[in-house]
T-cell receptor, first 115, second 113 residues
């Protein structure tokens, strides 16, 4: 089945550690995104990538890093510099970038908790 | 400030009791508006895209409409399986970069049997 796969579903991090969330899509979409969701707030964009080897900061990129070495993969690293990392993280993709009005499709999400 | 708000924050309906959810936006350069459904602990599921005022889209018991300042998601004769959080998002034209998607905080809908 085509779709977006995020792993792990649940992740616990000790303070001071970096963690990486995986995102793989087999939809042959060019654009990929990472969003953060906190209770009572809208989804906020962390990073997005229109094509391989290119990515742009979103509204809340501080403390996060990404790479886009392959079209189907867009991993997110939450670094120790991120002061409040506990949240629900959503990976998404679209055929082209948002300028085309493309539908953005989401993965199932990953819960990150700092302990 | 560009903003997307949704009301009510939470809504409880009896099964079969029709109602509407509201999405208001103060965003210049609107290029489109999306509606998503999100179940607890899951990623959002796409429902509709609306591009211009007066446009309507329907899917089963859901009907989305768009005006110049807001969108409504009408739910006709809801069933318990319609319980979820409904998100709207606005696609905003950007002069010097890619269009921006701004999400609202969502409306949590509970349909009681």
């Amino acid at each position: 089945d085509g779709g977006i796969t995020q792993s792990p579903k649940y992740l616990f991090r000790k303070e001071g550690q970096n963690v990486t969330l995986s995102c793989e899509q087999n939809l042959n979409h060019d654009a990929m995104y990472w969003y953060r969701q906190d209770p009572g707030q809208g989804l906020r964009l962390i990073y997005y990538s229109q094509i391989v080897n290119d990515f742009q900061k979103g509204d809340i990129a501080e403390g996060y890093s990404v790479s886009r070495e392959k079209k189907e993969s867009f991993p997110l690293t939450v670094t120790s510099a991120q002061k409040n990392p506990t949240a629900f993280y959503l990976c998404a993709s679209s055929i082209f970038g948002p300028s085309s009005g493309n539908t953005i499709y989401f993965g199932e999400g990953s819960w990150l908790t700092v302990v | 400030e560009d903003q997307v708000t949704q009301s009510p924050e939470a809504l409880r309906l009896q099964e079969g009791e029709s109602s509407s959810l509201n999405c208001s936006y103060t965003v210049s350069g609107l290029r489109g508006l999306f509606w998503y459904r999100q179940d607890p602990g899951k990623g959002p599921e796409f429902l509709f895209t609306l591009y211009s005022a007066g446009e309507e889209k329907e899917k089963e018991r859901l009907k989305a409409t768009l005006t110049k300042k807001e969108s409504f998601l009408h739910i006709t004769a809801p069933k318990p399986e319609d319980s979820a959080t409904y998100l709207c998002a606005v696609l905003q034209f950007q002069k010097t970069s890619y269009d921006k998607v701004i999400f609202g905080p969502g409306t949590s809908l509970s349909v009681i049997p």
